[in-house]
Antibody, heavy 118, light 110 residues
Framework: EVQLVESGGGLVQPGGSLRLSCAVS????????MNWVRQAPGKGLEWVSY????????HYADSVKGRFTISRDNAKNSLYLQMNSLRAEDTAVYYC???????????WGKGTTVTVSS | QSALTQPASVSGSPGQSITISCTGT?????????VSWYQQHPGKAPQLMIY???NRPSGVSNRYSGTKFGNTASLTISGLQAEDEADYYC??????????FGGGTKLTVL
């Protein structure tokens, strides 16, 4: 069964850091481009970041550039999102998603919740 | 990159057809045939329903169809069923080599 399981969310103070993980199973992770997408409470979907199969190509949304870092460990079938200098507006459910092509996201995890608040 | 424009809400009765529009620019929707549509039920993860404008992933009902004309893409759901009630989001590849999402449309089945 194809599965993406996010973890690492929680409550963090403004300015703090958090590292999200996404464990992958049921498909060949090393051949899959991956993305992070977030959804603030009651709001729509917002793309966050992309990483290529080898990790050599990375893209970020302007809203997180310079603060978030996407990475992957193909040996561990895992995707990561290091989030630094967190702000209240980063509060959201964070989803990892497999990319089919051109940012078509065909498999999604259930999400992990990040709350930035003092 | 500005978000794609979707109606905030649409509604229809069981058995009817509805269409949700998604308007962008020549730098996204109009410039590429990489428009996707996602369904999201409350508290659940999004699910891909349409990709590359009009293609359905395996397992998605043929009641769902997609089209594009100029800078506007559309999702049509025919033979509305109660289970179709959900939020729907469009997304497009953009010239910035990043994706852009629509603001979402809440579908109510009356």
């Amino acid at each position: 069964e194809v599965q993406l399981v996010e973890s690492g969310g929680g409550l963090v103070q403004p300015g703090g850091s958090l590292r999200l993980s996404c464990a992958v199973s049921g498909f060949t992770f090393i051949n899959s481009e991956m993305n992070w997408v977030r959804q603030a409470p009651g709001k729509g979907l917002e793309w966050v970041s992309y990483i290529s199969t080898s990790g050599s190509t990375i893209h970020y949304a302007d809203s997180v550039k310079g603060r978030f870092t996407i990475s992957r460990d193909n040996a561990k079938n895992s995707l990561y999102l290091q989030m630094n200098s967190l702000r209240a507006e980063d509060t959201a459910v964070y989803y990892c998603a497999r990319e089919l092509n051109y940012y078509t996201l065909d498999v999604w995890g259930k999400g992990t919740t990040v709350t930035v608040s003092s | 990159q500005s978000a794609l424009t979707q109606p905030a809400s649409v509604s229809g009765s069981p058995g009817q057809s509805i269409t949700i529009s998604c308007t962008g620019t020549s730098s996204d929707v109009g410039g590429y045939n990489h428009v996707s549509w996602y369904q999201q039920h409350p508290g659940k993860a999004p699910q891909l329903m349409i990709y590359a404008v009009s293609n359905r992933p395996s397992g998605v009902s043929n009641r769902y169809s997609g089209t594009k004309f100029g800078n506007t893409a559309s999702l049509t759901i025919s033979g509305l069923q109660a289970e179709d009630e959900a939020d729907y989001y469009c997304s497009s590849y953009a010239s910035s080599n990043t994706p852009v999402f629509g603001g979402g449309t809440k579908l109510t089945v009356l």
